[in-house]
């Protein structure tokens, strides 16, 4: 190990993580990211060889994320998750969706969600398509929870009923 960061040595690595948010609805959840991981440059094979988003959720608070996927293990990965939405761009700078709503969840129910980006891989090393970790509930920043619920009878958002004053001086 010493020989090869001596030797300066450049291995191959999956796009940056993306940060996730999400907003909470009447039996929905709205997820979105940044771009951050679209531009990145591989280290390795110095081009952009990002292919897009994986979206997982789970249930159990992020100890798994959904059913395993017995197709989807690849030598850098030794478990893969089906996902609830998958995103891919062809070409690098091809645009790409930054967004989900996912309606199939129960108000009042806690949902977690995990967005991974991955790349395509190198067939000259060889590298299999490289992905971000799943990440940790409450600790890293492609990991959100929500809890879709409906708002009480009668409420009033508070921006409704808000407005602005100016006084000339």
């Known amino acids: ?14 796009p940056p993580t993306p940060t996730l948010t999400v907003s909470e609805g009447a039996g929905r959840n709205i997820l979105s990211w940044d771009n951050v991981a679209e531009t990145f440059v591989d280290p390795l094979s110095g081009k952009q060889d990002f292919q897009g988003y994986k979206l997982y959720r789970s249930t ?16 850098c990965q030794s478990i893969e998750y089906e996902t609830i939405a998958t995103f891919r761009a062809s070409v690098p700078g091809q645009p790409i969706a930054h967004s989900f709503v996912d309606t199939t969840v129960l108000n009042g129910y806690e949902y977690w969600y995990c967005l991974a980006a991955f790349d395509s891989g190198d067939t000259t090393v060889p590298v299999d398509p490289l992905q971000n970790a799943f990440g940790t509930p409450g600790g890293d920043a492609n990991v959100v929870r929500a809890i879709p619920n409906t708002n009480p009878a009668g409420y009033i958002s508070a921006q409704s009923t808000v407005s602005r004053n ?4």
């Open 1 to 14: 190990a010493q020989s090869l960061f001596d030797g300066f040595f450049v291995g191959p690595e999956p």
């Open 60 to 75: 159990n608070l992020g100890r798994t994320w959904g059913r395993e996927d017995p197709t989807g293990a690849t030598s």
């Open 166 to 169: 100016t006084v000339a001086d």
